[in-house]
Every structure is written in C-alpha cells, then in structure tokens.
C-alpha cells in the first residue's frame, strides 16, 4: 500500500485499535478513496455531513418550518427495495446455508466483489461508521464498523444505530467487530451483490444505495450473522417489534411479534388502544428487530439492537398510526415520498385531501388522478426512537425486557384466522414455521404472491432453514418460563377484497385477549388449529363492523386448510432431512385432526 494511504488511514484515526486501522487500511488500498472520514457519531459531524449532502444533491432540504430537520432523498429508481436475489450467504460449505438462502462460495465471492470494489471509491469519499448493536455497554451488544463510500448511509446509521466514538470505546482494542464494507458502485443491478460471510463476521455489499442493502447494521448484521451468531451461542436473533402493554392496575406485559417485511410491525409496536380502552397503553421497545437471550431467572429476555426506525411510509396517517405521524415530524430522513409545492412530504393514505400538484419520488411533476403513485410503495422514513412518543423507558436497558407472550403473523387475504394461542412451545414454533405471507414492496419482485416465510425469516435467516428450526426448538429446554406462542392475521379479507377486520389501533382488542392468555384470566375453546376466543372474548362494541365479519375473520375452513398443508408440505420436504422430526409430528397431528 502507497505509505501516504497508510498515513491518511492511522494519522488522524481516532483509535489505537490495529485489528481495525489494518483492516481500514486494507479496504482502503481496495478501494482506492480519496478521502477517508471517521465518524465521531457528534452533532457538528452530522451538520456539516448533512450540508455536504445537500451541496451534492444527495439531500434535499425540505420545508424546515414545516418538517425541522427533515430531508428527503431520491435513490436510484432500479434500486428501491431489498434484493433477495442478489443476496448471498458465503459459507464453506454450500448446505451451511440451506435451501432456502442464495449461496456463493467465500473465496468466489471475495474474488467476484473484489474485482468490483477494486478502485470503486476512486473520486469518492470513505466514511468509516464505528456503531453499537444494542445499548452501549450491553453484554448482547454487538460493534461493527461499516465503511461506505455513501453519506446518506453514514446520515442513516447515525440514527438507527449508536454510532460514533461511544461504539468504537466500546470496542476498544479488542478485534470482535463486524467488518461491513460497503460501495454504491454505478447503481446497476446486474453488478450488484449483498454477500454474507458469518465464518469471518463479514459483510460485502456493492451495487445497491437502499435500506436493507447497505445499512449494514440491519437485516445483514442484526439477522443474517445474528442469526447465525445466535445459533452458536445459544439466543435468537429475530424480525420482530417488541412493545410493552401496561393494563389499567399499571402491570406491564412485553410482547414479541413476528410479522414479515411490511406486514404491520411498526404500526403494532406504536398501536395506540382505542377509547374504549381508557388506562391501557402500548410502549414500542423495538419495531423490527429482537435479539432474545435466556436471563438468569430463566425468562427471554429481549433487545432491540437498533435506535431508529426504518419504517413503511405510505398508508401512514394521525388515525393509523398518530405516533409515527409524531415521530417523523422532524429530524427524519425521507426516501422516495413525494413532494408537494410548499416542500412538504407527501405519500399515499396521508390525511387530509390529495395535491392537486406534486413532486413524485421521482423528481418528475405529478398530478391528482395520475395513475402512478406519487411516492413508492416501499417510500421509507429514517427517524430516531427518541422522537417516538411512545417509546419505552426499557428501550435503552442493556438487560433488556422478559418476553410473555411471542406472535407469528402474516397478510392472507384467507384461511388464517384472526388470532389463536399454540398448544404448547412445539406447536408454537410449528405456527412460526409454517408461516405464509403474501409479498410485499419491501423487496423487489412481485406483490401479492402468498409464499411460506418461517417466523418471517426467510429473507434473513443466515443459516440452514432446518437448523433454524431446530434451533427454537432446542431454546425450550433452556427456557425455564415459556412465552406463550399466538399467531395473528390482520389482513383477510372478504368477497370485495376488503378488510375484514378494521387492524391498527383496534389489534388492541386481539392484544387484550392475549394478555388475558398469558396470565391465565380467560378461558379459551379448542379448535383443530389451536386456542381461539370464546364467543364475545374479542369485544367488538364500537366497531363499524357488519356482524358476520368477525365470524368470518375468524372462520376456519377445511378446503383452504387442505390447499395449506399441500404448500407447507412442499416447504418442509425443501428442508429435507433436516426438517426437524417434532415439527413433523404436529403436521401429522394437524393431518389428524382435519381428517385429511
Ligand atoms: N389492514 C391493515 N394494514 C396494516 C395494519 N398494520 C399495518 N398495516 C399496513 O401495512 C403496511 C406496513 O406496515 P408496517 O407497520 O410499516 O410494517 P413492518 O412490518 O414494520 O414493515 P418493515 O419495516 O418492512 O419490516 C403499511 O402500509 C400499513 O399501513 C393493520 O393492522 N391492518
Ligand atoms: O430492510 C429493509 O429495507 C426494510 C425492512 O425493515 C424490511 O424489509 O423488513
Ligand atoms: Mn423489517
């Protein structure tokens, strides 16, 4: 390596640690920058990276009398949304990561992007992100170091993670940090690759400038090596919000909640109840991710490793969901929304009247009655949890919070009711594993196909899919107080392909019920699924409802039962061998007792 490159890299690098400064310098001499900036996580740093942003293009203020604080981006329109086709786990061995994960083999993956990062950086600049997964000092928490040639993802990881001088402190010298390395490149999807390589806590990811791609923190360290991490190490690593309802007598119960990407996690972790639901209130932990240990007194306890929120923009509006309307009123980063004349943000399902004129995310003008949408559908804000005014006063404890009750749910437009409870542990972690869901913008493909989605992992399980499995199986035995196991579906629909059930800040009828589950306070009738309400259990009272749509939202119906098993059939006999045995027998149990 040129001797001046070294220098630039260690003369004014804010640590001693030589793991780190070799491995900067390394990436360096790849990539060839022009500059390198270490981020110190501090608010002059965010000022100036934020006005450089702007000089460039790569912000555009908006309104700041409006929306303080606020900026929105335009990313590339071939680059909007997850790319689990271009997503790979590089593990020696190809069935290391299992049926269900793309695979390239480590030396091929580190030649193929290494031709790509070689001099990718040329012209450009390297931010170094020094962050923290978790609460600082937390023993769950995690430290990597993300280098990007992005100032948009250096701005994105200063609010979703702790990042900055408290992380690399953290680190100190010790060489147990994730190494991210990250290059926008030309933006062109046929030289784009998001590669894993758990074995060396590495993570690759060239081509891409969007979300899950390239905050490296996210769905790359906090799922797919968490995962991987988790299984060696004996905790879970999950795609779930965690959230805190506290009953009228003030006791607090934590919840987590598996639902795939936008399937109504944010919205469930900010849930306002309802009026009628006076001396109740839901706290958001996490909206996203959950990483669960087994605690000295034998309860899970969760984490949410991020410190911001990622979060779906459309459909978000002060009656769906009025506390991220809140929490993104300022110090937000907007990505893809539209504009409107006054250089305020717009999006589809905001109050109020449509524009007559706007901005779309585009860039290009748009007018009311267009049949384009004027945001995307995957549109996203970048806001910080502390503007949330919901947030827990747990979010921040290192130790976490105990988990009493865990909710698998997807968007089926049929065949899965409303809510019921497992049976048991195993029968709980067979509802998360035959889970279906139809997809969403949130990765690029088609919308609206119903595909299985385990515990919604699919996307961000860094490891064998049977393994997984087997792994939340395993956790049983370490569990001393098992969280009861549920599975929801606010998303069936009737006849017209309307909602049956109203969702949002009503889920808090469905919430209530597990609640009661949890300790004990109702009882409950078998179905062939599971525990479901008994008649009037989920009160309805102030619902605009007709009277058969609860009974319909809740029906369960032998012909679509017969059409799922086929579909989860095909998803287990994937696993092969390595589908574990006890999830077998409650298929054959579920056979049973549909006498199919
Ligand atoms: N009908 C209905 N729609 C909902 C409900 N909750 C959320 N949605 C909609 O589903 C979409 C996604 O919701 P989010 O809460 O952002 O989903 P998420 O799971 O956090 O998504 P990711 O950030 O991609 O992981 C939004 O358009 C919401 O308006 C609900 O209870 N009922
Ligand atoms: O990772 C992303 O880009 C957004 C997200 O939360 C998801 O897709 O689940
Ligand atoms: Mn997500």
Redesign the pocket.
Known sequence: MASTQRAAVTSDAPTKNVALLNWVARCAQMTQPDRIIWCDGSEAEKKRLTEQAVKEGILIPLNQEKRPGCYLHRSNPNDVARVEHLTFICTPNKTDAGPTNNWMDPEQAYTKLGLLFDGSMKGRTMYVVPYAMGPLGGTSTKIGVELTDSIYVALNMRIMTRMGKPALDMLGDSEDFNRGLHSTGDVNPDRRYICHFPHDNTIWSFGSGYGGNVLLGKKCLALRIGSYLGREEGWLAE?M?ILGVTDPKGQTTYVAAA??????????AMMIPPKSYQGWKVETVG??IAWMRVGPDGRLYAINPEAGY???V???NTK??PNAMATIAKDTLFTNVAMTADGDVWWE?KDGEVPEELIDWQGRPWKKGSPDKAAHPNSRFTAPMTNNPALSPKANDPQGVPISAIIFGGRRSNTVPLVLQAFNWTHGVFLGATMGSET?A?ATGKVGVVRRDPMAMLPFCGYHMGDYLQHWLDMQKSITHLPKIFQVN??RQDKNGK?L?P??GE?MRVLEWIVNRVHGRVPTQETLLGWVPRQGDIPTQGLDLPPEAISEATSIKADEWKSELKSQEVFFEQLGTKAPEALMLQRKLLISRLGS
Do not use: E, I, M, Q
Not at 259 to 268: D, H, I, V
């Open positions: 795609h919000l639902f795939p990407s936008a399937c109504g996690k944010t919205n469930f909206d996203d990622f979060g779906v459309p459909g978000t769906t969901n399902g969403t949130a606010w998303f909602y059930w969702g949002y889920n």
